[in-house]
């Protein structure tokens, strides 16, 4: 797989999206930068990045996701790929429903996903050197270059969606602590079900993942 780096962006989810429009790049590729000055957050929010954390885009044909994945919930398969990583070299993350990436209470990072013609773009913030204020930083030494390798690893494998799912399901309850805006309202997650394609279903009314 080709990376792009860069010491500075203003998004690389931007920056990727605009170079396969451009048929500038061929997925599946990456990209990469130390500084994100402008970056996307879950819906339509800036993820304020600081200098030497972790910033990447990568873009994948649809040939290249497991057969099972709900594409609605792809935040949740590569934030949990993401976690699984992190956890591969000691962390302690967790994914919050449903697409944020925690230590304890405090928010470390996040993945959102967006469609491009038939390819995924795939975006990951993770702060693992400096934070905003209320925010985490990561509980382990990593550089962003050894992050991306190894996530890539873990992306090329493609666990299946059950696989992955099983595992999310477990950790689900520790996302009832919390409150998210669905666009429409506040939502008590206490009242949640987790549904089998990642959605939520709260007394009668379906929740899809944010991003």
Known sequence: MRIYSFEKLPSTQRWLIEKIGEKAVEPPCAVVTEWQTDGIGSRESRWIGRPGNFFASIALPESYLPDDLPLPSASIYFAFLMKTTLKER???TWVKWPNDLYLEGR???G????????TVVVGIGVNIVDAP???GVLDIEISSSELLESFL???EEAPSWKQIFSNFRLEFENSKKFRIHDGRESVDLRKAVLQNDGSLLIGKRRVVSLR
């Open 90 to 92: 000691g962390s302690a």
């Open 107 to 109: 928010k470390i990072g």
């Open 111 to 118: 993945c959102i996903t967006m469609k491009k013609g038939r």
């Open 133 to 135: 204020r209320n925010f």
């Open 153 to 155: 690893e873990n992306v």
